[in-house]
């Protein structure tokens, strides 16, 4: 049995680096900051560096405060609503950003991005396709 | 725009590719704007995301694990996924995200 997908971006991600990486855009207002993140579907979130949220204006602990697991530990961030670009794609959800300064990573997961998003992966390829749900 | 140059690029785009046609289409279709850019402008002014905000904070022990579709603080349905709220909301323009419950733990991977 044969299943079709529909996408209308698409993307070339370089399969040499640890992870399926993007550029993405953060925006609010008129601030925007342009990060690389990586595709994490065992995230439960969207997460960004301390940095980031402070680009855009954000003051990061007026936020609701979360606690995340890691494999190795755990880690505070502050969930904010912005717009976020991929691939052109805009969506206005709501993303958390780590307290500390010293989480380094980015990481576009489940809520907030894949939970409204059609994404079609060849990693063999480095081939990355993507659609949206909603706004 | 003259019909003439219209007519032009349409039959310039003629000779591209179904690959490059579907780019092309999809940035003109980011570039165009439309009607509902104002609302969705309004969907992330500072004011209205307070008042979400707010409600979130509020209504984190009732609507803790569900999606909700709101309109400011006004709450417009709920879903188990997002697909649920943001149909059950039945506007495209609306806001869906999901509610943390208050015992709520993310988790999230071990790379660097």
């Given amino acids: ?135 | 725009m003259s019909v003439e140059t219209l007519n032009s690029i349409k039959s310039r785009a003629n000779s591209l590719s179904p690959t490059e046609k579907k780019a092309l289409a999809a940035y003109l279709l980011e570039t165009a704007g439309d009607e509902s850019d104002g609302k969705r402008r309004s969907i992330l002014d500072a004011a209205v995301r307070r008042k979400r905000q707010d409600w979130i904070k509020a209504n984190r022990s009732r609507y803790g694990g569900l999606y909700v579709a709101l309109d400011g603080d006004r709450l417009l349905a709920t879903g188990r996924s997002y697909a649920e709220a943001y149909d059950a909301a039945d506007d495209s323009d609306v806001f869906v995200d999901f509610v943390p419950p208050e015992d709520y733990i993310g988790e999230t991977g071990g790379w660097e």
């Fill in chain 1, 1 to 135: 049995m044969a299943f079709t997908l529909t996408f209308d971006r698409f993307a070339e991600y370089d399969a040499g680096l640890r992870g399926i990486t993007l550029d993405v855009i953060l925006r609010l207002g008129n601030e925007e900051v342009e990060i690389v993140s990586k595709i994490d579907t065992g995230s439960t979130d969207c997460i960004f560096v301390r940095s980031a949220a402070e680009r855009l204006g954000i003051e990061i602990e007026s936020g609701e405060r979360i606690r995340f697991v890691t494999a190795t530990g755990d880690f505070v961030a502050f969930r904010h609503e912005i717009t976020l670009v991929v691939l052109g794609r805009e969506l206005d959800t709501a993303v958390y950003f780590a307290q500390d300064t010293s989480f380094k990573r980015n990481v576009l997961g489940r809520h907030g991005f894949l939970d409204r998003t059609v994404l079609g992966l060849v990693d063999y390829e480095g081939r990355l396709y993507l659609n949206q749900y909603g706004n």
